[in-house]
């Protein structure tokens, strides 16, 4: 039987910071670091962090939907970064890192607009989530270097004092949605 997968882009930061614990999902095929949302024909690292390609770090997820679904991984990405910080996180400052969702289909999108509206409704966040739904574009991979970066990176200081912590949030929370 053939396993049909489908696609989220999600932006939320640094691209190594969102790839890390989305891979660690069942369900997840593939997470690939790249570039959306800019005016930039096959933009470079150094395009995209010169801020001025419009791009913003993102990650290519490819998942299997009757495993997990957009919805969790949306949980997962508004629990593993700041929606509330625009244009940065943490340290990470620019367009380049910001929140941003693109959306494949309206299902996509009318899902990721629901979230947003509940969590802000709620109060989940002590700020107002400043997360955009931007439309789809072509999506360009990272160089090799930002492929997989803290699973062959795992003690560089980024990894132990940025992503480290969000691994660890996310097995606290979700541990019955990670891999063995």
């Not at 891979?23 to 150094?46: C, D, E, F, Q």
């Not at 340290?91 to 509206?117: L, T």
């Not at 739904?133 to 160089?143: D, I």
């Amino acid at each position: 039987m053939t396993t049909v997968l489908t696609k989220a882009y999600l932006a939320g930061g640094c691209f190594w910071c969102i790839e890390a614990p989305l891979i660690r999902l069942k369900g997840v095929h593939h997470a690939i670091s790249g570039y959306m949302g800019g005016h930039v024909t096959n933009p470079s690292y150094r395009d995209i962090c010169s801020g001025r390609s419009g791009h913003a770090e993102v990650v290519e997820i490819s998942y299997d939907p009757s495993i997990i679904g957009f919805e969790e991984l949306l949980q997962v990405f508004f629990t593993v970064h700041d929606p509330t910080q625009l244009n940065r996180q943490g340290n990470d400052v620019g367009s380049q890192y910001r929140s941003a969702i693109f959306p494949i289909d309206n299902e996509q999108q009318a899902m990721a607009e629901k979230m947003i509206k509940e969590l802000d409704n709620n109060g989940f966040f002590n700020s107002s989530i400043v997360t955009t739904v931007e439309p789809l574009q072509t999506f360009y991979p990272a160089e090799n270097a930002h492929q997989s970066y803290f699973d062959n990176n795992p003690y560089q200081p980024y990894c132990q004092i940025i992503i480290a912590p969000k691994l660890q949030k996310l097995a606290h929370l979700f541990s019955d949605k990670l891999k063995p």
